[in-house]
């Protein structure tokens, strides 16, 4: 057993990768690998799952193996930490034989910290290749992408299987197995796979704050992804779609617009997606088209947004697609452009021959993936929720927080819509059902049907105002939808009501905001920032490495921030240890006091916090600027209303502005609800017991209550309850 103070590791994170503070859960972990337990992480896309090896592996004696499932994840991570002055290599079949000699030399020789291996590497029984090991004196096995050993996860690889003699032939070393998504299941498949004994569990917070998440009406999905683009003309992005054909499709029609973008898919060759991959991590293309087979491959930190052209077959692979933006910690984004009809064909994909368990995992994945684009709600508290995490009902950093809602009574449409589910006997999904009821001349609709009463009764309204009926009616229980391939709808007790008129429904309609630019930080000098990127780009091209794997675009932006003048100044940027200083150092400090001599600027080091100050942890929200300046307008003594106005925006979205500051106590409540309404929603509250939803408390109150009343009160209800 290896014991180091807190204090300790600290100054090691500090000295090897230019950190002061440990993110997560990543102090835990790290104590737990020293102390030779076997343990399991659990922590988000860019949530610094390797440092909770790669840490232990410089301060344990011998060398770290690490099983990593994609020759260019590999290659990532060693450029990575040979930029930062650590002995580490790999070994896979890119390389020929001489380079794997030398690799094998090195290693024992002692002359490396960490070593990268493939899973194919490791034979199930090979007495010469454990041999091999032990020479070498693992200090630590570490299993990257750990979810590919089971079954219910979504990307399983056989080749993992075999990971569990590593446990076997070296009983003393412990293991620590690593994946940025699991639920539950997959987890108890993981720890016995790789038999890992008595080992410990840590979840990190799945909360990436940084990602702004969008789902939106797949409705020339393709005028939209290039407007996006071309909006974002300089930054990286991954666009993901299901099949090969398309993601060769979509990137002609982006080169077609003068976009700078590849396709990236399975059935290109070896030679090709690695010359696609390199050249996507040096910033030769900024968009990348991809399947999925793009997406462990991915370790590049300045990748700005992630955009889905079609619905991903599950919840773990969308956020951890998702995850591959925003790695540096800096604003980005997440779209996905939405179509009930890829589910429909995901269904037909879903089933898995001869193995009805497997089948039925599959689609229930994929209903809740539905249910995710459809839902009326906070998009990242339903991802949240899914993995088990409890998140406010608000963010204030996805589509529907950042739009404005109206209710509409829409009882007679209803009636409608739940009179031609019935009358069509209950068996159809929602896509027949819309079709039918909008009189579709489709030779899928069934004859019979044709005949009935209610076929084209709902003419009057847009198949994607029909869909989005069906959406509301499943969220608020009117509907119910088996869990089937078929996903055929059926009425609840609620529903009936509506249709035998004994009940009334209204749905909230969700007026869209404009997506929001992406911003790295507000208050960073462009100029310099551009200065210290383009100085980046040539080192890289000299060190023939990722520009990312040198400094991130977030320590650019410190630099273009403070103006450190000096090593020592330079020590208290994010990301620059003491190796990075030493070697790059110089160079950038040339350029920023050339830039501050020639504008007559000085250090702004005294505006930041140093690094050795512990940061202490708030409920604060997130916050964007635009919910800040909300803020600064309503203390400053200005109403609600005339924020509105004079920001254009509706009324809703500056309630909801504040709502998240009341949930943080930042905010006195009853500066923003009068205390004859505070009173009045506060008991409508307790009696309703509903805590979360501003629905259900709306309808129990006049319309002299807003929600963004209802919603400021239900933060402060649950913020007095915590």
Excluded at 277 to 294: G, H, P, R, W
Excluded at 310 to 322: A, F, H, L, M
Excluded at 328 to 341: I, M, T
Excluded at 377 to 396: D, I, K, N, S, V
């Amino acid at each position: 057993m290896n014991t180091y103070t807190t204090e300790q590791l600290h100054k090691a994170l500090s000295h090897f990768f230019g950190y002061e503070e440990f993110r997560h859960s990543q102090l835990a972990i790290i104590q737990s690998v020293l102390r030779g337990e076997d343990t399991l992480a659990i922590m988000p896309t860019g949530g610094g799952k390797s440092i909770c090896y790669q840490l232990p592996a410089m301060l344990l004696p011998g060398i770290a193996i690490v099983v990593s499932p994609l020759i260019a994840l590999m290659k990532d991570q060693v450029d990575a930490l040979i930029a930062n002055g650590i002995h580490a290599a790999y070994l896979n079949s890119s390389q020929s034989q001489d380079e794997q000699q030398r690799v094998i030399r090195r290693a024992q020789d002692g002359e490396l910290k960490l070593l990268y291996i493939a899973p194919e590497r490791i034979p199930a029984n090979s007495r010469l290749f454990f041999d091999f090991l032990r020479r070498l004196n693992p200090s630590v096995f570490a299993i990257d992408e750990a979810h590919c050993i089971s079954s219910w996860g979504h990307d399983f690889r056989p080749e993992y299987l075999k990971l569990a003699v590593l446990k076997n032939e070296f009983p003393a070393v412990p293991v620590i197995a690593l994946t940025a998504s699991a639920d539950a299941i997959t987890q108890k498949d993981i720890a016995e796979r790789l038999e890992l004994r008595n080992h410990r569990l840590y979840i990190s917070s799945f909360n990436r704050p940084n990602i702004h998440y969008y789902i939106l009406p797949k409705k020339n999905a393709m005028g939209h992804i290039i407007e996006y683009i071309k909006r974002h003309k300089n930054e990286c992005g991954i666009i993901y779609a299901l099949s090969r054909a398309s993601t060769q499709e979509i990137a002609t029609r982006l080169q077609d617009h003068g976009i700078n973008a590849a396709c990236y898919h399975a059935g290109l060759d070896a030679t090709e997606r690695s010359r696609v991959q390199e050249a996507f991590q040096k910033d030769e293309y900024l968009v990348i088209v991809a399947t999925i087979a793009f997406g462990m491959g991915i370790d590049k930190s300045n990748v700005r947004y992630v955009i889905h052209h079609d619905v991903s077959k599950n919840i773990e692979g969308y956020y951890q697609e998702t995850g591959r933006a925003g790695r540096d910690g800096l604003r980005s984004d997440a779209l996905l452009f939405y179509s009930a009809g890829d589910i429909m064909k995901l269904r037909r994909f879903a089933q898995v021959e001869d193995n009805p368990q497997q089948s039925a995992i599959s689609l229930r994945k994929l209903q809740l993936m539905q249910d995710y684009c459809e839902n009326e709600g906070c998009r990242r508290q339903y991802l949240m929720q899914y993995f088990g995490e409890q998140f406010p009902a608000y963010c204030g950093s996805c589509d529907y927080c950042l739009s404005s809602l109206e209710e509409k009574d829409a009882t007679i449409d209803a009636q409608k819509l739940l009179s031609a589910i019935v009358r069509t006997g209950e068996r159809y999904g929602a896509t027949y059902i819309v079709d039918f009821i909008r009189g579709s001349a489709s030779e899928k609709i069934n004859p019979e049907h044709k005949e009935l009463k209610t076929y084209g009764i709902g003419k009057s309204l847009k198949k994607e105002e029909w869909l989005w009926m069906v959406q509301q009616m499943l969220s608020n229980g009117y509907l119910l939808r088996t869990d089937d391939q078929y996903a055929t709808m059926r009425l609840t007790e609620k529903g009936w009501k509506i249709l035998r008129g004994e009940s009334q429904l209204k749905l909230v309609l969700k007026k869209a905001v404009k997506e929001q630019p992406v911003q790295l930080e507000p208050d960073y000098d462009i100029h310099l920032f551009e200065q210290l990127k383009t100085l980046r780009h040539d080192m890289a091209n000299i060190e023939g490495v990722p520009a990312y794997a040198i400094v991130a675009d977030s320590a650019l932006v410190e630099l273009a921030t403070y103006l450190p003048r000096s090593f020592e100044e330079m020590k208290q940027i994010s990301g620059f240890g003491d190796y990075k200083v030493s070697r790059y150092g110089a160079k950038f400090l040339d350029v920023i006091n050339r830039y501050a001599t020639a504008n007559k600027t000085e250090s702004r080091m005294h505006f930041k916090k140093p690094k050795s100050v512990r940061k202490e942890k708030t409920d604060r929200p997130a916050t964007g600027s635009t919910m800040d300046i909300s803020l600064t307008m309503f203390t400053d003594g200005m109403s609600i209303s005339d924020i509105a106005a004079r920001r254009n925006l509706a009324l809703s979205t500056i309630e909801s502005h504040l709502a998240a500051f009341v949930a943080a106590g930042e905010l006195d409540i009853r500066k923003a609800v009068a205390p004859d309404k505070l009173k009045t929603i506060l008991d409508t509250i307790k009696t309703s017991g509903q805590y979360t939803a501003s629905k259900p408390i709306k309808d129990l109150l006049s319309d002299d209550y807003t929600y963004g009343e209802i919603r400021m009160v239900l933060e402060y209800y649950k913020r007095l309850n915590r």
